[in-house]
């Protein structure tokens, strides 16, 4: 990150309400994004930013849990307003829907569901929104890519080789779209054991060869920890539950760059 942004492009719509779009992509499922996510919002809300997190999988929404938010949102009848939580603004087809409810929808009515949360949702004033993309390559990606100026994407993914081959298709599809790679994140890199070793359980050093395969960016490893996992289903994320906590600070670090890079 040794360079400023672009300038933004009038040929998109930015969010309004927002400066800066920051996507959490990966192209395949089960890689952690969701808690990603909403750990670097909560890290950038911790260091001085203005943060909404938009969770833009429709069929799959984590935030709801995430967040621990089971209110509905508020609306004048043209525009939702956002739930306020950690002082951060969230929004998530799952505050519309019951927990169990399948989103048994068609690609238009995703992209339609998409429009309307980037063009009528009362975004306010946000120094960063970050948006929590689905798995895949599909309507999604394409209406974020197309039609919607976003200011750079971070991919996620766990180092084997079987979650690399998705993320390889994510890189050249965001290549290709002209959307600017931020970099890739190791999640779930490696774990401590009692005996203070580290074990790498899904391999080591692909999401880095990766990196270095497309030139872009490697931002670092993010072990694996039970308390992550176990913060998350109680809503309350390792960054907003233990700042001084080692994955906390790792956050806190990306979310500092990010910060310096942008603002």
Request: positive net charge; glycine residues 10%.
């Amino acid at each position: 990150m040794d360079t400023k942004p672009r300038q933004k492009s009038f040929e998109k719509n930015p969010i309004i309400g927002t400066k800066f779009t920051i996507a959490i992509s990966s192209a395949k499922g089960g890689v952690g994004k969701s808690t990603f996510a909403t750990n670097l919002a909560l890290a950038l809300k911790k260091s001085g930013c203005k943060v909404g997190l938009l969770d833009a999988d429709i069929y799959g929404p984590s935030l709801p849990k995430l967040f621990s938010i089971n209110e509905k949102p508020k609306s004048d009848g043209k525009t939702l307003n956002p739930i306020l939580k950690y002082d951060i603004q969230c929004m998530s087809i799952g505050f519309l829907t019951e927990e169990q409810t399948p989103m048994i929808w068609r690609g238009p009515m995703v992209t339609s569901a998409i429009k309307t949360f980037t063009q009528k949702v009362a975004w306010n004033d946000l120094d960063f929104i970050i948006v929590d993309m689905p798995p895949g390559t599909g309507d999604t990606q394409l209406t974020f890519s197309q039609e919607i100026k976003m200011d750079g994407v971070i991919i996620v993914s766990t180092p084997q080789e079987i979650a690399l081959q998705d993320v390889k298709r994510g890189i050249r599809m965001y290549d290709k779209l002209g959307v600017k790679i931020i970099g890739l994140i190791d999640n779930m890199s490696y774990f401590i054991g009692d005996d203070g070793k580290k074990y790498p359980i899904f391999g080591e050093g692909g999401v880095k060869r990766t990196a270095d395969e497309f030139n872009k960016e490697f931002l670092g490893e993010i072990p694996i920890n039970p308390e992550v996992g176990k913060l998350g289903d109680l809503g309350t994320p390792i960054v907003e539950a233990n700042l001084q906590h080692e994955i906390s600070k790792i956050y806190l670090e990306l979310a500092r760059k990010i910060k310096s890079f942008y603002l």
